[in-house]
């Protein structure tokens, strides 16, 4: 089946920049998303990329999408203790008949220090 | 807009017990999703609706696990009898269609003593 990997953890000072990475396994066209998850919270669409695309920017947030390694990043400028949250990577999954189920990650912690 | 809507937030019971969820969606979204998460990973599907029929319920553990939508808007997920390996927040969401952006409810956490 589908697998998508991440790092567990990122600390970062307030007002660096934070750079998540992920890697998936689908070699067809599929589209990746980066969620949110704020604690006892239900996860939150921050954006997301369709696999015939290099880069997607949305104010702070730029996604950068390696194809040929299968490599996403969430890059987040100027970041803010406000950010410090779990990030998911997911991927569509289309394979086995599959009804385009996301395919998550085990999320990153991102902790912002002051 | 409201979002996705779930109750109860929290639910201690212990193992061999029951215990069910409702999840409202979206209104007018035709797809419905459950996710078990446990801690430290990410969310896993249970079962996907369209409307008020089954799509893909692959991963329900089904001698335990049963989900319905009757109506085609809220659902009910339930844990009969459950084990201690169920603790995990249970996640609902809903999507205008199978291929639309998926949107979540704060979840349920269940912990079984």
């Known amino acids: 089946g589908e697998d998508v990997e991440q790092s567990l953890f990122l600390s970062v000072r307030e007002g660096d920049s934070s750079v998540i990475n992920c890697t998936y396994t689908?070699?067809?066209?599929?589209?990746l998303y980066w969620y949110k998850q704020e604690p006892g919270a239900g996860l939150q669409l921050l954006t997301y990329?369709?696999?015939?695309?290099d880069m997607k920017q949305d104010q702070r947030l730029t996604v950068l999408l390696n194809k040929k390694d299968k490599h996403l990043s969430l890059r987040i400028a100027d970041t803010q203790t406000g950010d410090s949250a779990i990030y998911f990577c997911?991927?569509?999954?289309?394979?086995?008949?599959?009804?385009?189920?996301?395919?998550f990650g085990k999320g990153t912690k991102l902790s912002v220090k002051p | 807009e409201a979002g996705v809507a779930q109750s109860p937030r929290y639910k201690i019971i212990e193992k061999r017990q029951s215990v069910a969820f409702w999840c409202n969606p979206i209104?007018?979204?035709?797809?419905l999703y459950w996710y078990q998460q446990i801690l430290g990973q990410g969310p896993k599907l249970l079962i996907q609706?369209?409307?008020?029929?089954?799509?893909?319920d692959s991963q329900l553990p089904k001698d335990r696990f049963s989900a319905e939508r009757l109506k085609g808007v809220d659902s009910t997920l339930k844990i009969q009898p459950a084990k201690l390996e169920d603790s995990a927040v249970y996640l609902c969401?809903?999507?205008?269609?199978?291929?639309?952006?998926?949107?979540f409810g704060p979840g349920t956490r269940l912990t079984v003593t």
């Open positions: 997911a991927e569509r999954e289309w394979a086995r008949g599959s009804q385009g189920n996301l395919i």
């Open positions: 609706f369209q409307n008020n029929g089954v799509v893909d």
């Open positions: 990329i369709f696999s015939n695309m």
């Open positions: 969401a809903s999507s205008l269609d199978p291929r639309g952006e998926q949107y």
């Open positions: 689908d070699s067809s066209s599929t589209y």
């Open positions: 209104s007018g979204h035709a797809t």
